[in-house]
C-alpha cells in the first residue's frame, strides 16, 4: 500500500502542542511495504518493510532528511483487524522491526488474538535498524576504561574518550545525526508513521526506553491515542543521584534474590552451589571480585573482547543475566562456578555489552544509536572525579555486591562531556488533557533489576493518578512483557486484553504471574 500524507493533516492533529513543537507545514510522505531483507525475515515470511523519509530536524526541516525504517506484520484475520500496535522494544535503540520478526516465529511470545486482530508495527528509531545507523568507531566503544575515574588524570582521560567517541559518530554516520537523536524527535517520527499508515489511533505497546518514549509520544500527541501500556518504565526526570541510587539498589537487590534463589537449588538448576569451602553465593562472588580487583580474570573463549575481565566488566557481565526471570538465573550460578573452579570469567562475556567489528550496521546500530539517545536525554553533569567518588561512595554502602553498576550511571558515565540537548532536557512528564484520550496502563515488576518500581510510581504521579492505571507483577526480570513463558501469564494477559477491549484491569492489583 502506498500512502501520501501532508504535514497539514499532522499539524492539525496536534493542536495543543506549541507551534515551536509542532510538525513542519510543507511536508509530504509516502511509503511502499516490500518484503524485508532476507537476514529478517525468511522467504515464506507475511513481514514487510517500508521507509519514510522526515526531517532530520523537525523545527528546520530544510537542514535535512533521515530515513525511517518500518517493519509490518499484517494481522493474520484481516476481516476482524482492529488496527495497529506500535510495540517499542526500548534499548534505547533496539530495532523494532527485529521484535515484529520475533513475533513471527514465536521468539517473541504475543497472545493469538493480538496476532489474529493487529497489524504489528515495529519502528526502527532513527539511527538504528533500517534506519539510517548511527555508525561510531568500534574500538573507541569497546575502550576497556575504569568505571569509576577515581582522579583527575582517569577522569579527563574518560571525557576525552567521550568526545572522540562522540566525534567518531559525527565523522562516520555524517548528516550531524547523532545530535538529533532526541526523543522529542524521534516521537515526531512515529506520529509520521501513524499518519502514513493511514492515520489510525495509535496503539502503543512500549516496553524499558519504549515507556520513556511512549509517555513523550502522550505529551505531543494526546488526541491520538486509541490505547498507551508502558511496562518497565524509564523515568527522565529525576535528579541525576537519584536515578543512579535507585538504579543501583535495585540491581542489587536482584543480585540478592538470585543469590538466595541459588541456594535452594540443586547443583544442576545452579552450578554456584557446589563449593568445597562452604560458602554462600555471595561469598563465592566477593572472592571473585576481589581476586579481579587485584588481576583482572582470564578470558579464554574466542569470543572474549580481550584476554582479561575486570572486576567491573564481570559485574556488567553478570547483571545482564538478571534481566530474565528466576529459572534463567541458573546461566549466571553457571558462570560463578567456572570462574571458581576453572579461573575462567567467558560466562560473564556471552552477554556483556560490546560490539563486533565483524557484525553490520544493523546489528551494531542498537548500541551505538542508544548511546546517542541517552547523551541526548539524560542528565549527565559529573563534572569532577569527585562527583564520581561520591556515586562510588554510596554503591559501596547502598549497593556493595555489584558496586552501584546500574545502567543509569553507565549512561551517565559515557555521556560525560557530550553538550546538553535543548530539544528534550529532563524533565517531569505533562500530558494535556484531552477527552480523546484514553488512560494509561502502567505496568512494573516488583523486583526489575533495570527500571526500579520507584520510577513507575513516578511516572503514575507525573501524569495524574485519575489518568492511569497501574498494575505490578510480584516477581523479577526486565521487561515483563518480554520474559519467556509469559504467555498467559496474568500481567501480559491483563495488558493484551486493555489493547484488544480497552478492558482496563484494577488500579494497584498485584499479579503474581
Excluded at 558462570?335 to 567467558?346: E, F, V
Amino acid at each position: 500500500m502506498r500512502v501520501e500524507l501532508n504535514a497539514k493533516a499532522l499539524l492539525a492533529t496536534s493542536i495543543l502542542i506549541p507551534f515551536s513543537q509542532a510538525t513542519p507545514i510543507n511536508a509530504s510522505y509516502s511509503m511502499d511495504w516490500k518484503p524485508c531483507p532476507v537476514a529478517l525475515a525468511p522467504g515464506n515470511s507475511t513481514l514487510r518493510c517500508g521507509y519514510l523519509s522526515v526531517p532530520l530536524d523537525w523545527d528546520t526541516p530544510e537542514n535535512g532528511y533521515v530515513t525511517i525504517g518500518v517493519a509490518k506484520l499484517p494481522a493474520r484475520n484481516q476481516s476482524n483487524r482492529i488496527g495497529n500496535i506500535f510495540f517499542q522494544p526500548g534499548g534505547p535503540g533496539n530495532q523494532g522491526s527485529l521484535s515484529v520478526a520475533q513475533m513471527e516465529t514465536g521468539e517473541l511470545e504475543v497472545g493469538a488474538e493480538i496476532l489474529d486482530r493487529f497489524d504489528m508495527i515495529g519502528v526502527d528509531v532513527r539511527g538504528t535498524g533500517l534506519s539510517n545507523p548511527v555508525k561510531c568507531d568500534v574500538e573507541l566503544y569497546n575502550a576497556r576504561l575504569p568505571f569509576y575515574p577515581s582522579d583527575p588524570e582517569s577522569f579527563e582521560k574518560r571525557v576525552q574518550h567521550n568526545l572522540a567517541l562522540r566525534q567518531s559518530c559525527l565523522d562516520m554516520s555524517g548528516n550531524d545525526l547523532i545530535d538529533y537523536m532526541d526523543s522529542i524527535s524521534i516521537a515526531k517520527d512515529y506520529e509520521a508513521v501513524r499518519i502514513a499508515l493511514g492515520g489510525e489511533p495509535m496503539n502503543w505497546l512500549g516496553v524499558s526506553y519504549g515507556t520513556q518514549l511512549g509517555s513523550q509520544y502522550a505529551e505531543l500527541f494526546p488526541g491520538n491515542i486509541r490505547s498507551m501500556a508502558l511496562d518497565g518504565v524509564v523515568s527522565q526526570s529525576q535528579a541525576q543521584i537519584s536515578q543512579f541510587l535507585a538504579g543501583a539498589v535495585g540491581l542489587d537487590a536482584t543480585f540478592r534474590r538470585f543469590a538466595k534463589w541459588c541456594e535452594r537449588q540443586n547443583v544442576t538448576a545452579c552450578p554456584a552451589v557446589q563449593d568445597a569451602k562452604n560458602r554462600s553465593v555471595e561469598e563465592i562472588w566477593a572472592d571473585i571480585v576481589t581476586q579481579a580487583e587485584r588481576r583482572p580474570l582470564p578470558c579464554k573463549d574466542p569470543k572474549c573482547l580481550r584476554p582479561d575481565m575486570t572486576a567491573d566488566e564481570i559485574r556488567l557481565g553478570a547483571s545482564q543475566y538478571l534481566y530474565t526471570v528466576e529459572p534463567n538465573w541458573g546461566y549466571l550460578g553457571e558462570a560463578i562456578y567456572n570462574a571458581t573452579i576453572q579461573n575462567d570469567a567467558s560466562p560473564f562475556t556471552s552477554l556483556y555489552p560490546q560490539v563486533s567489528p565483524s557484525a553490520s550496521a544493523y546489528d551494531n546500530s542498537p548500541k551505538f544509536g542508544g548511546l546517542a539517545i541517552v547523551c541526548q536525554d539524560w542528565a549527565h553533569h559529573d563534572n569532577t572525579s569527585q562527583d564520581l567518588k561520591v556515586k562510588q561512595v554510596l554503591a559501596g554502602s547502598e549497593a556493595p555486591l555489584l558496586n552501584g553498576l546500574a545502567p543509569a550511571h553507565l549512561f551517565q558515565l559515557s555521556c560525560i562531556g557530550w553538550p546538553g540537548n535543548d530539544r528534550n532536557p529532563p524533565h517531569a512528564i505533562s500530558i494535556p488533557r484531552t477527552k480523546k484520550m484514553p488512560k494509561i496502563l502502567i505496568v512494573n515488576a516488583i523486583y526489575d533489576p533495570a527500571t526500579p518500581l520507584t520510577w513507575a510510581m513516578q511516572l503514575r504521579e507525573e501524569i495524574g493518578e485519575d489518568r492511569v492505571v497501574m498494575i505490578v507483577r510480584n516477581g523479577g526480570g526486565h521487561p515483563t512483557y518480554d520474559q519467556p513463558g509469559t504467555a498467559g501469564g496474568t500481567t501480559k494477559t491483563a495488558m493484551e486484553r486493555y489493547i484488544l477491549n480497552l478492558t482496563l484491569p484494577e488500579d494497584g492489583a498485584i499479579f503474581d504471574s
